[in-house]
Structure formats: structure tokens, C-alpha cells
């Protein structure tokens, strides 16, 4: 459950011009970033052949020409987006050590990861970061996780084996002229690989303190001349983490999975794809719960949840001639969580289809339209409950993106825009302008203006939640309640973003992207209305409480990226973002401690550092360290402010026998434990993250 309870006053930070501010963060983090630059600037290296997927070692025209699919449902190089864009590559998932797609994302730039417990993460983008990030949207191979329940995704469900990713795309800033509502603050779009691309047998086995055992085990055949197919299985089982006293957190975690991807070219025009997968797993985590209508607060409690669930994927593409293609896509998930407080049953059937055009010889045309219908039941208890308990969601969509080679292969100028019906708020658009100015080959300078909206959840609209009582010198109790309201808004945005993107030499890149986002009727939680209720006993009053678009504010910020090949054989990956964010409420609002906790819920300032050394043809390292600014929740108790922290991860790998590899990896070496995030309006307890090691096997066959 997510919600927040209003204070008793109002207390805003005082603030200068958002432009001013703008201005001085990206002169002070240019600055900042020009001199370490300078400082480490290598002589030029001898550069090596590249290899397959494998950004940090191709050439520097190569990395300019990269081609992402993910921000205008097309392929287009990265030289002429005009967007914030990250792309994480299989060689780079093969270095990481990561053992879950959150971990991954951490080498994002701007991205804000936070591990909540075992199998719990607040990931967000430019600030409002929670347990769901509801301004954040998910993709995997064109299906969309983000949950209508919560507003945000169950990054516990999103456990694809890691070897299966071909790249993951990740756009910082909206996309909701392409992707539509909750593509506010960005877009993770993962791809995995080809069937053709995983031909043969893998086998792997991890093993250490906390990841206590977990394999993978996949195989990859030619079923006919014109089809591929690969069957994989998964399976973990993770220990706890340490609870906030010091104990034991109760929230270790097992899931298995098996699934098939199939590649058939059914014509020389027409190729389909399949894909499907079926989980289940059990997670633990300390949740909240209030015990009866006389208890003055919630308190927490072990649970155990079961979840288990599966998708099934066909996406059909034509190609029309070579200057016009189509896709159709169907997907249908299914999702089942038995929450001992909250059990929830989702159905969702997607439809999308895009027709990609080249129109004259300096337009590229890219049209349209999408459905989708998701269903859900939802259990209670005295806690929490929906009202009412199940009931379908129906959106209705079109799309059209135009990019103009303004100046042939110099300026490209990109219009479009979203119109979306949903059940909550009716007729939406999402427009966008984007321009990409390419002086040389090696350098693209790039603006945009984009409107995008995340619209009303079932938590919005029908959550209930009893929070505790009080009682009076006469005995007289009153609960306090949250109730969703039926009349929520959209939450808007409007985005102004300008980026830089540079190959100096074979040897160095540079990203530079700075934003000023303008946020308009974003929630509040108000007191609404006083009744009297007989049940449960004793007979007491209710005060409620409800949401309200009565906030508004703006956030600004820069991030920066290199790739700096030290030596040969040395590459280093180098990285920081610095935001602002700035939360007022309007002057009917009586909610004191939902910008605070916003403005505070996110690190101001995030850096890292990324380093792959081949020390052999055989042998390699990996180190990289993560820095994440203090998160101060002013206006909440002393106890929730949590420390600047610093994780390091590292990982040895041999490779051996030509088809073997085994690899030694340590995970948040800095300290023995260490708090990332507590979601105080959330609905579970934090966990401290664990210093961790294991031990992976990798045989091809």
C-alpha cells in the first residue's frame, strides 16, 4: 500500500529562479567534471578489434552510430536522438556481477536504484522516487509491467535470466508521446536476444552467503529451416537481509521460472515472434498491519507471500517494402500476489500495432494505435481493502511521430504526440518536439519540449486503509482513514531538456544532459470528511483522509557520462548527476510533509565509477563503486534520515576450456550492511543491505 498522511502545518523551502538554478548546477558540474577530465586525460591508446555488443570496445563512429529502438518504435542512431538516452549492453551485463535486473541499472546515469528488502527496490528517474516509482514505465520486449494497482512495477517479477538480455535501453526524461501515460520521468525498455542468437546449451550455477544457490539452465535449437527456438529455466534462493534492529529482516526470497522465445521467418516478408513464461516463488517481508479499531498505530509483522504467474507473447512483422514495415503486437499477463493483507489477481491483454514508414526522401514517419484491458480482484482485511474489490480498466491509444531531415544528415527535427482514452480522466494528448543538430559526425547537440501525464491508479482512486486511533479523557475513539478518491487528476509534466554528446578521440566519449522539469497537480493527502461507524466494535468516529492534486514544483538537473579507454586493455566509465527539486502545495492544501519527503526522497547528488581491466586473454576484473547522496526526509523523525553510502562491487573472471567461465564476485564490500531507502509511506519495513559474496560456473555447450 502506498499513501501519506497529512501534517498539521505547511512548510516550504525557500527558492531562487528554477533558471538560475539550472544555470548554476550545470556550470558548477561542468566544472567539476572538465578538471577530472583534464586530470586523467590519457595519451592515445592503440585500439582494439571490437567485439559483439560490447559498447566500450568499438570504435568511437561505431558508439555514435548505435542504433535504439526504444524512443521512437523504430531503429534510429544515437547520434540523432534528441533524448536522454543510456544503453546497457550484454558485455556490460557480463561484467556487472549483477544477479538482478535492479542491480543492473545502477551504471545509469540519473537513475536513482534503491534496495528497500530482500526482493523490494524504489527505482526512479529525476527525482519522486518510492517502493513504485509511479512516473517511471517498464518495457520488456514491447509489453509494458508497470501495474495499474500501485502505479509502478513489481521489480520482483521482472527476473529474466540475465544471460536472455540483449541490451537494455533507458531513457531519461518523458516518452509519453510514443509510450503514452506514466512515461513521465523515463522508460525502461528491455530487449532480449534472438532465438538464433542463444543456439546451443548453457548451463550456470551460483552459489555464496546470501545468494545461497540459484542456476540457469537453457537450450537452443533449429526446429525447421525457418524457425529458431530456446527453452530456458530459472531458479534462486536468497537468504534475508538485516532487519533496522539489527536482526534478522525475514525477507529472503525463492523464485523458479521456465519460458520459450521462438523466431520463425514465415515468409521472406514476415517474421513472427513468440514468447512465453510461467513463475513462483515466495518472498518474505515485515509488513504493517493494525491489529483492531482501538489500536493507535500500525504495527509490523512478519508475512510471507506466495506469487506465481506468466505472459504470453506474438509480434508479427511484415515488411511492406523496403521503405515501409509493420508490427503487430498481442500480449496477454497475468499476475497473482497473496498479500496475507491485500491478495491480488491481475489479468491485462495488450494490443499495439505500428506502421513505419519513409515518406519523400526526408521524412520518416512512424503511426499507431494500441488497447488495452486489465482486470484485477482484489482481497482485504481490516487494514487494507479496495472499494470496490475487483474491476476492469479499459485504455484506448494513437500515435504519430514525424522526423524531418531538416539539413541531410545535419539537423533532424522530431514532432509528434499521444492521444489516449483512459476509464479515470477521458481524452489525454502528449505532445513532443525534439530537434538534433549534428555539427560533425562525432558531435550531436540536442533540445526538447515534451508534455506527459501519469494517470490515476486504483491506489488513487478506491484504496481504503484504517491507520490507528485515538481516544479521548472520555473514552471516545476516533479512527483515522485513508480513502481513495474517485475524482483524482492527472499529474502533469512539462519537460524542457537539452543534451551534448562528443567523440574527442578513439579513446573518449562524453554525454552531457541537463532538464528543467514543471510539474503541475501532484498529490496531496488532505483531511476530507468526519462519520460515525457501529463496526467493527467499539462504535467510534472515522476521520478521513484522501488525495488531492494540490502540489506543484519543479526539478532541474544535470548528468554527465564518459567512456575513457585508459589502455588497451583498460576501460574506465565514469558518471554523475546533480538534481534540484522543488515542491510547493497550493494554499487550500493542509499537507506539510509530502514535499518534504519528495524533495528528500531522492539523492541530490549520485556518481559512480566503472573499471574493466583484461588483465590476460583469459582473465579479467571488474570494480565499480556507487555513490549516493544523504536522504534527509526533513520534517520526519531523526531516525529516517539515511547516510550517504558508497557500494563497491567486484568480480574476477576466468575463462577457461574455451566454453567455461568461472568468475568470484563480491557485492556492497564497503561495509558489512547499510540502509539504501525507507518508503515511511509505504507498507513495509526496510532492510539493511548485506555485504555479500558468491562464486558463478558458466559452461557453453
Given amino acids: 500500500m502506498t499513501f501519506t498522511h497529512a501534517g498539521a502545518s505547511e512548510r516550504l523551502h525557500a527558492c531562487g529562479s528554477p533558471r538560475l538554478r539550472l544555470a548554476r548546477l550545470v556550470r558548477s558540474a561542468v566544472v ?9 586525460m590519457p595519451a592515445r591508446a592503440q585500439d582494439e578489434t571490437p567485439k559483439p555488443h560490447d559498447l566500450a570496445s568499438q570504435s568511437l563512429e561505431d558508439l555514435m552510430n548505435v542504433e535504439v529502438t526504444s524512443v521512437s518504435k523504430k531503429e534510429e542512431k544515437l547520434s540523432q536522438i534528441a533524448s536522454a538516452v543510456f544503453v546497457i549492453t550484454q558485455e556490460d551485463i ?119 544457490g540459484a542456476g540457469v539452465a537453457e537450450y537452443g535449437a533449429k526446429l525447421s529451416a525457418t524457425t529458431d527456438a530456446t527453452f530456458y529455466t530459472k531458479y534462486f534462493n536468497q537468504g534475508a537481509m538485516t532487519g533496522l534492529d539489527g536482526g534478522n529482516g525475514a525477507d529472503g526470497w525463492h523464485m523458479w521460472r521456465s519460458g520459450f522465445r521462438s ?48 505472459f504470453l507473447v506474438a509480434d508479427w512483422a511484415h515488411a511492406h517494402s523496403a521503405r515501409t514495415d509493420s508490427d503487430f503486437h498481442i500480449a496477454y499477463t497475468r499476475n497473482d500476489r497473496k498479500d496475507p493483507q491485500e491478495p491480488e489477481t491481475r489479468d491485462t491483454l495488450n494490443v499495439d500495432y505500428k506502421l513505419h514508414t519513409a515518406w519523400g526522401d526526408r521524412q520518416d514517419l512512424v503511426l499507431g494505435a494500441g488497447y488495452q484491458i486489465t482486470a484485477d480482484a482484489i482481497g482485504g482485511s481490516f487494514t487494507v481493502f479496495f472499494a470496490p474489490a475487483s474491476r476492469s480498466l479499459q485504455t484506448v491509444d494513437t500515435f504519430v511521430q514525424d522526423e524531418i531531415q531538416a539539413i541531410p544528415d545535419r539537423l533532424y527535427v522530431t514532432l509528434g504526440t499521444k492521444f489516449e482514452h483512459n476509464d479515470y480522466t477521458g481524452f489525454n494528448v502528449m505532445p ?54 474517485p475524482d483524482f487528476q492527472n499529474e502533469k509534466l512539462i519537460a524542457y531538456e537539452a543534451g551534448y554528446r562528443r567523440a574527442f578521440d578513439k579513446d573518449l566519449t562524453l554525454d552531457v544532459a541537463a532538464y528543467f522539469n514543471d510539474y503541475g497537480n501532484l498529490a496531496t493527502t488532505e483531511p476530507s470528511t468526519s462519520t460515525f461507524a457501529n463496526t467493527p466494535p467499539p462504535p467510534h468516529a472515522v476521520q478521513t483522509f484522501t488525495y488531492e492534486n494540490l502540489m506543484y514544483g519543479e526539478t532541474s538537473g544535470i548528468e554527465i557520462a564518459a567512456n575513457w579507454k585508459a589502455l588497451p586493455r583498460w576501460t574506465i566509465t565514469p558518471s554523475y548527476a546533480l538534481e534540484e527539486l522543488h515542491l510547493h502545495t497550493k494554499a487550500t492544501s493542509q499537507d506539510a510533509i509530502t514535499p518534504l519527503f519528495m524533495e528528500n526522497g531522492s539523492p541530490q547528488q549520485t556518481a559512480q565509477l566503472r573499471s574493466h581491466l583484461e588483465i590476460t586473454r583469459s582473465l579479467s576484473w571488474d570494480a565499480a563503486g556507487y555513490f549516493n547522496d544523504r536522504l534527509s526526509h526533513q520534517g520526519l523523525t531523526a531516525d529516517q534520515v539515511i547516510p550517504a553510502y558508497t557500494r563497491v562491487d567486484t568480480s574476477l573472471t576466468w575463462k577457461f576450456l574455451e566454453h567455461g567461465s568461472l568468475s568470484l564476485v563480491g557485492q556492497n564490500l564497503a561495509k558489512d550492511h547499510h540502509l539504501e531507502f525507507e518508503d515511511v509511506f509505504g507498507s513495509m519495513q526496510s532492510g539493511a543491505i548485506k555485504r555479500s559474496a558468491y562464486v558463478r560456473a558458466s559452461w557453453r555447450f
Fill in 32 to 40: 567539476l567534471f572538465a578538471a577530472a577530465l583534464s586530470a586523467a
Fill in 94 to 212: 557480463r561484467r556487472s556481477g549483477a544477479t538482478n535486473v535492479p542491480d543492473l541499472l545502477r551504471m545509469v546515469p540519473g537513475l536513482d536504484v534503491a534496495q528497500v528488502n530482500g526482493s523490494t527496490w524504489a527505482i526512479g528517474a529525476r527525482g519522486f522516487n518510492q517502493q513504485f516509482s509511479d512516473k517511471l514505465l517498464v518495457i520488456i520486449d514491447g509489453r509494458i509491467v508497470y501495474t495499474p494497482n500501485f502505479a509502478g512495477t513489481y521489480w520482483d517479477t521482472v527476473d529474466l535470466p540475465l544471460e536472455n538480455i540483449d541490451r537494455i535501453e533507458v531513457i531519461r526524461g518523458p516518452g509519453g508521446s510514443v509510450w503514452g501515460a506514466n512515461a513521465v520521468n523515463g522508460v525502461i525498455s528491455i530487449f532480449t536476444k534472438k532465438a538464433s542468437e542463444m543456439q546451443g546449451g548453457l548451463v550456470e550455477a551460483d552459489g555464496g552467503s546470501l545468494v545461497q
Fill in 263 to 310: 523466431d520463425s521467418a514465415v515468409t521472406s516478408k514476415d517474421n513472427l515472434t513468440l514468447e512465453g513464461e510461467l513463475y513462483a516463488g515466495r518472498e518474505g517481508e515485515l509488513g504493517y498491519v493494525l491489529p483492531s479499531v482501538t489500536s493507535p498505530t500500525l504495527v509490523g509483522v512478519p508475512e510471507q507471500i506466495d506469487l506465481d504467474g506468466g
Fill in 432 to 485: 513532443s518536439a525534439r530537434v538534433a543538430w549534428l555539427p560533425t559526425p562525432r558531435q550531436t547537440v540536442w533540445a526538447a519540449v515534451s508534455r506527459a501525464l501519469r494517470t490515476p491508479s486504483r491506489n488513487d482512486t478506491n484504496l481504503v486503509v484504517n491507520l490507528g486511533s485515538t481516544v479521548d479523557s472520555n473514552g471516545n475513539v476516533t479512527l483515522e482513514q485513508f480513502d481513495g478518491n
